[in-house]
C-alpha cells in the first residue's frame, strides 16, 4: 500500500515522464495531457489529425517513456482480424504437429492501430472485445493482454476519401477522442531543426514503470470526487440525450469515462480531489465522438466541441 | 470569534493521534459550530434592533389599546419579596418594554433557528472559496466513510488548508456593522426620549401639574382639581393693612341699606389674591380634598369675583 510519500514520488515521476516527452515532442501540450490522463485511467484514446502531424512520433515516445512494450497496426482495407488478434498455426514439434496460437500484434501494453478508419468494419470490431475486455478469444480460446494495455488509435479526418466511419458502439470504447492541429510556426520551425538535424532521434529516458503505471492507475480511481461535481458530469452527458442540436447522445459509459478521466486529471495535476475545472476540461474530449449532431446544426455549421460547450454552460 | 480562534477551532486543536477521517469529521463539526456562532450573533444584533424599535414606537405613539404600567400581581412581588427578604411593594413593569422583550425574544429564536437550519458547512464553503472544493470533496467523502489513500491525503490536505481559514468570513461585517449603527442611534433616541420625560413629563395633563411652563398656556380646559386651581396651599396670617369694602348689591329684590363691615375697609382692585389674600386664606383647604369640594371652592371664588367686579 502506497504511503504519503510514495504518490508524493509516483507524482514526480509523472512529471519527469512528461518532461522527457517534451524533449522529442514539441507542443500539442493538450493532447499530451490527454493521452497521459488516457493512460491513468486505463483508456483507449483515439487521436484524429491530418497525415504528418507526429501521431505515431508522440504515440511511441509514450511507449518508451514509460518501459511500456509497443506494437503498431497499420490499418489498410485489405487488413484481416486474425493480422491483429493473431492465428493459430501448425508447428512441427518433437511430439508431432500441433496447432499453436501465433499472437498477433494486439499483445502489447501499447497498440497504436494507426488510420484505424481505414479498416473495414470486421477488422474495426477485432478490437472490440480487446478494447473494452482487456482479452482476446481466438480458435475457442481466450488469452489474456498484458497489464496494462491501451490502444490508442489514430484516424484521419471522416471526409477524407478511402475510410470507413468507425461504428458507434466502437467509438464508445475509446475514452478520449484527441484532436490534433497544425503547429504554430515557432513549435514547426522547432520541430524541423529538430528531426533535419545531425540527430534525427531525440534521446528519451524511460521515467515510468508497468508497476508503477499500475499502481498510478489504482490511486487514480480512489481520487474523491464531491457529490455535485459527479452529478454534475452525470447531468452532463444526460443532456446529450435531450438537447435538439443533437441526434443520439451520449450513454452511461460517457458518464464514468468523464468522472476517471477528471480525476486522472486532478491526479496529473498533483491535486488530492476532482475540481469542477477537470470536468470543463475534459468534457469535449469525452463526448464529441460520442454524439451525433441533428442535421439542422450540422447545416449551421457548427461542431460537436460547439454543442457541447454549449452545454457545459 | 476573532481570527485566531477560528483557526485553531476549524481542525487545528484536533488531535493528532486521530485517524485522519476523523479528525476531518471533527472539523466538519467545529465548521458547524462556527456556523451557529455567526448565526447567534446575527440572531442576536437584529433581536436588539427589533427591542429598541418596538419600545421607541410604543413610547412615541402611546397606543390607546395598550396601559402605560402593567403592575405585577402581588402574589408574583411578595413571593419575590419574600425571597429577597424585603418587601417590594407594588411594582409596575412598562408594556412598552415587556412588548418589546416579546418580539426581540421572538426574532432571536426566529432567526437563529432559520439560519441554523442552512447548510452551515456550505456556507462557510461559500465564504472561504481557497478550500471550497477540496472542503466539499472532504465533507462527501467523510460521509462514505472512505479512508482511501487519496482520500487520506485529501484530509490531511484540507485540515492543513484549513488552517488558514477563518470563521469570521461567515459574518456580513457590513450588514452587522450597520445593524448595530442602527441599534446605537436607537439607544441614543431612547434615552434622549427618556431624559426629556424626567425633565418636563408633568408640565401638562389633566392631574394639573403645573410646574413647567408658567408662560406656556395650559390647553386643559376641563375641571381641575384644588391644586390646580389655587395653586399650593400657604400658611397665611391676617394681613396687617385693614381695607374697607363696599358691596353693592344688584340683581336681589331687596337693596342693600345697611353699609356692612368687613374686616378691610376697602379693596384693591388691583391686588389678585397674592399670598396676603385674605380670599385665598377663606378659599384655602387641606389637602387631599375631594374633586367636589374644589368645585365648591371654585363656584364660591366666581361668585365673590363677580360681585367685586360689580
Not at chain 1, 101 to 122: C, M, S, Y
Not at chain 2, 13 to 33: S, T, W
Not at chain 2, 256 to 271: C, E, K, L, N
Amino acid at each position: 500500500m502506497s504511503t504519503d510519500h510514495d504518490i508524493d514520488r509516483l507524482q514526480e515521476k509523472i512529471a519527469t515522464a512528461r518532461e522527457e516527452i517534451g524533449k522529442r515532442i514539441v507542443g500539442q501540450h493538450e493532447v499530451l495531457e490527454g493521452l497521459l490522463v488516457c493512460i491513468l485511467a486505463d483508456g483507449n484514446a483515439l487521436l484524429e489529425s491530418n497525415p504528418g502531424l507526429g501521431k505515431t512520433t508522440m504515440v511511441r515516445t509514450i511507449a518508451e517513456v514509460t518501459d511500456l512494450q509497443f506494437s503498431r497496426v497499420q490499418n489498410t482495407p485489405d487488413l484481416m482480424p486474425s493480422d491483429i488478434t493473431g492465428t493459430e498455426i501448425i508447428r512441427e514439434t518433437e511430439t508431432g504437429r500441433e496447432f499453436v496460437f501465433e499472437k498477433g500484434p494486439i499483445f502489447a501494453n501499447v497498440v497504436l492501430a494507426d488510420e484505424i478508419n481505414r479498416a473495414t468494419p470486421k477488422t474495426q470490431a477485432a478490437l472490440l472485445e480487446a478494447m473494452q475486455e482487456k482479452q482476446v478469444t481466438a480458435a475457442g480460446e481466450t488469452y489474456q493482454l498484458p497489464q496494462p494495455f491501451f490502444v490508442l488509435a489514430t484516424q484521419n479526418p471522416i471526409d477524407q476519401s478511402g475510410t470507413y466511419p468507425l461504428p458507434e458502439a466502437q467509438t464508445d470504447r475509446f475514452m478520449l477522442k484527441l484532436l490534433l492541429d497544425y503547429p504554430e510556426y515557432d513549435e514547426e520551425q522547432e520541430i524541423v531543426d529538430m528531426f533535419t538535424g545531425d540527430r534525427p532521434q531525440v534521446p528519451v529516458e524511460q521515467a515510468l514503470t508497468r508497476a508503477e503505471i499500475q499502481e498510478i492507475q489504482q490511486l487514480v480511481r480512489e481520487v474523491p470526487i464531491a457529490d455535485d461535481l459527479r452529478d454534475r458530469a452525470i447531468q452532463l452527458v444526460r443532456r446529450t440525450r435531450e438537447a435538439d442540436e443533437i441526434e443520439f447522445g451520449a450513454s452511461p459509459r460517457a458518464s464514468m469515462a468523464l468522472v476517471l478521466t477528471a480525476k486522472a486529471r486532478a491526479f496529473l495535476q498533483g491535486r488530492t480531489h476532482v475540481a469542477s475545472e477537470d470536468i470543463d476540461a475534459l468534457a469535449p474530449a469525452v463526448l464529441r465522438h460520442r454524439i451525433i449532431l441533428d442535421f439542422r446544426t450540422e447545416r449551421e455549421g457548427r461542431t460537436a466541441d460547439d454543442v457541447i460547450e454549449s452545454l457545459l454552460e | 470569534m476573532t481570527d485566531e480562534e477560528s483557526e485553531t477551532e476549524t481542525g487545528a486543536e484536533v488531535a493528532d493521534d486521530e485517524r485522519p477521517r476523523e479528525r476531518m469529521a471533527a472539523a466538519l463539526n467545529e465548521i458547524r459550530r462556527e456556523g451557529l456562532k455567526a448565526a447567534t450573533i446575527y440572531a442576536a444584533v437584529d433581536a436588539t434592533l427589533v427591542f429598541l424599535a418596538v419600545n421607541l414606537l410604543v413610547i412615541v405613539v402611546e397606543p390607546a389599546a395598550i396601559p402605560e404600567v402593567l403592575t405585577v400581581p402581588s402574589s408574583v412581588t411578595d413571593a419575590v419579596g419574600d425571597l429577597l427578604g424585603q418587601s417590594l411593594g407594588t411594582v409596575g413593569v412598562p408594556v412598552s418594554a415587556l412588548l418589546a422583550t416579546a418580539l426581540a425574544v421572538a426574532v432571536f429564536g426566529a432567526e437563529l433557528w432559520l439560519r441554523s437550519r442552512r447548510p452551515l458547512v456550505e456556507r462557510f464553503e461559500a465564504a472561504n472559496p481557497a478550500v471550497a472544493e477540496a472542503l466539499r470533496t472532504a465533507r462527501d467523502t467523510v460521509a462514505r466513510d472512505s479512508d482511501s489513500r487519496m482520500a487520506v491525503r485529501l484530509y490531511e490536505d484540507v485540515l492543513e488548508r484549513l488552517r488558514d481559514t477563518s470563521g469570521v468570513a461567515l459574518l456580513d461585517v457590513r450588514r452587522i456593522a450597520v445593524t448595530v449603527v442602527v441599534v446605537v442611534a436607537l439607544s441614543l433616541v431612547t434615552v434622549q426620549l427618556a431624559a426629556v420625560d424626567l425633565g418636563g413629563g408633568d408640565s401638562v395633563g389633566p392631574d394639573g401639574d403645573t410646574d413647567a411652563g408658567e408662560d406656556t398656556p395650559n390647553p386643559y380646559t376641563g375641571l381641575k382639581d384644588g391644586d390646580s386651581v389655587l395653586g399650593d396651599p400657604e400658611d397665611i396670617d391676617a394681613g396687617d393693612d385693614d381695607l374697607d369694602a363696599q358691596i353693592d348689591s344688584s340683581g336681589g329684590s331687596e337693596d342693600v341699606d345697611d353699609t356692612q363691615q368687613f374686616p378691610s375697609d376697602s379693596i384693591d382692585r388691583g391686588s389678585s389674591g397674592g399670598s396676603n389674600s385674605a380670599d385665598g386664606q377663606q378659599a384655602g383647604y387641606a389637602e387631599p380634598e375631594q374633586l367636589e369640594d374644589a368645585e365648591l371652592i371654585r363656584e364660591y371664588n366666581l361668585r365673590i369675583r363677580d360681585e367685586e367686579n360689580t
